[in-house]
Structures are given as C-alpha cells and as structure tokens.
C-alpha cells in the first residue's frame, strides 16, 4: 500500500493485492441495507460503485434491475465475471476517484466507499451527477459513532451523515434516509456485537 502523509492510496495496485491475498475477499451476498433499501424501490438501471466481487450487483440482477458494476481492480472484476453466470451485467474497469460517468441511471449506490476527506465530497458528487432524475443514490458507510470506531484501521476515513447531506442541494434532492443503522456483527474478542453503519439514501427531482 501507497501512502501519502499517512492516507492510504486507493490506487489499482493496492485493490489487486488486496483481493490477491484471498481466493474470495467477500461473502458473496448482497449487503442488507441494499436488500432493505433497494426492495422498496422500482427496477430500473443501476450502477453498483465499487462493486468488487460482485455480490451487490448480482442480487440487482437478480431482482429485476439492468445492471452495471464499476470497480478499479481488474482481480476483482475477474472474480465477478466468472460468478455471473446467464446474469446481463456490465462490468466496467474504471478508477473511480476520478470517473465521471457518462450514463444516467435510476440507482447509483456506493457502500462503504470510504476515502480521505478532500475526497470523499467530489466522489460523491460526481456518483450523484450520474443519478437520472427521479433516481435515487444510496451511499452506505462505517460510522465514526460506532463503538470500535477508533480501532478501525483507517478511523479518519469515516465519514457521518451531515458528511454526505450536506454535499447535495435541497432544491435538487429529496433525503429519504439518513442515520446511523446497527448491523449485527462480532467484536474481534468474538462476542456478538452490534456495528453502526451511517445510511444515507437520497432521490433525484423528477425535473
């Protein structure tokens, strides 16, 4: 891993090697706010950022949505590809701290997507621009007020929900959800545990 000033450098080769240590680095299921969030809405297209092995945007597939996965690790993407099975989805091999997407699309959703401050805003913003109107962005992350959240390896990444509501015009956007939502998980001790993950999903004006 690249660092600069102690920040982590997102960059394809730390995303390859990560995936690289493992011969799967997720479970493979979809993440439950997406399933909870998402299930609530109408099928339409979707753009899964960071969609590593794939988990997400096969469950979008699945349910009716004409899907797209966008991810900076070509290991990763490989992973999806061969898990896709008779799925129509596009995978695209983009880096996505400077991606500007040219499509529009009725769900963009980022889960934990966490990046130093200065970029976290433009990253978003640019996620948002790719929302059609009438849309919606979902944007999930580790909270800064969960009980672990000095220990986590990068605890300055975290980001809370005035962090993402506040980077999108009210006149434009509609906040449908915004808080901090447990998630059930176990403490390295492997005590069961609560996590608190921060929830933020927004809709695009119709017009």
Known sequence: MHTHDQQPVFDQPFW??????QAQRWSGNANPVLVTEVSKLTPGSALDIGSGEGGDARWLADHGWTTTGADISEVALQRARDEQG????????RDLLEWEPTSRYDLVTAHFFQLPAHQTGPAFQR?????APGGHLLIVGHSPNDHLASQHKHSQLLFDVDAITS??????WTTVVAEDRPRPAVDPDGTPAERMDVVVLLRRAAS
């Open 167 to 172: 980077l999108f015009d009210d006149a434009e």
């Open 86 to 93: 008779d799925r129509n989805i596009e995978w695209l091999h």
């Open 16 to 21: 390859d090697n990560l995936y690289t240590e």
């Open 127 to 131: 996620f948002g621009r790719a929302v």
